[in-house]
């Protein structure tokens, strides 16, 4: 028992050490990134409820699906859209509970701002040292199911006798900075015009 709980603090350790050397060997180009306005920034500079209002006015939801859709931005990869895919993300077209058009351009923006635990990604280190990613899509008490992507096939079923040591994250699975992956203010308005369009809509407006 003493030698598992070796082995998981060291890992915890490893864990928080890559993070410190990631930084240190990627400072430099880091603070030259930073001196670069991208997107992003661009964007978080302004307020979220004046970037909702401008996608009401100004956005275009067909152009937005497009984006959505696209392989750059990589959406639908994560965000089914219908009820028949198990998704990564949240179904964007049947939102659980209500959300408002600031709430959409934050999960953007900001993904990582509020996560909710149906969505909230666990690490796992097995006894056995394998080490897993992924949402928990089942659990009871003989495994746990996580899936790490879009696909049915991303997901994995751990036996709970071989979790050692399980940690939460609070990072959201979605990227931050995806933005970047659009070319101006225009195509993030469309994007969000067309998120707002589904929420509306529901499935038969997104598909």
């Avoid at 350790?13 to 990627?26: E, I, K, Q, R, Y």
């Avoid at 970037?51 to 067909?62: C, H, I, P, T």
């Avoid at 939102?95 to 990582?112: G, H, K, M, Y």
């Amino acid at each position: 028992m003493s030698n598992r709980r070796g082995v998981a603090c060291l890992w915890l350790a490893v864990v928080g050490l890559n993070v410190v050397l990631v930084s240190g060997l990627f400072g430099e180009s880091s603070q030259a990134l930073a001196q670069i306005v991208t997107l992003e920034k661009q964007l978080l500079a302004e307020s979220p409820v004046d970037l909702a209002a401008d996608a009401r006015e100004k956005g275009d939801a067909s152009r937005g699906a497009l984006l959505f859709h696209s392989p750059g931005l990589g959406c639908a990869k994560c965000h089914a859209g219908d009820a028949a895919s198990p998704g990564l993300g949240p179904d964007l077209a049947a939102w659980e509970t209500e959300v408002d058009d600031v709430f959409l351009v934050d999960s953007v923006l900001r993904p990582s701002k509020l996560i909710r635990d149906k969505f909230r990604s666990v690490m796992i280190l097995t006894h056995e040292g394998r080490t897993v990613t992924g949402v928990p899509k089942q659990r009871d008490a003989d495994s746990i199911t996580v899936q790490s992507g879009g696909l049915e096939t991303d997901q994995v079923t751990i036996a709970s006798d071989d979790v050692d040591v399980e940690q939460k994250s609070d990072v959201s699975i979605m990227p931050a900075g995806q933005v970047n992956a659009l070319r101006r203010r225009q195509e993030f308005l469309d994007l969000t015009a067309y998120l707002i369009a589904i929420r509306d809509g529901g499935i038969e407006t997104a598909r």
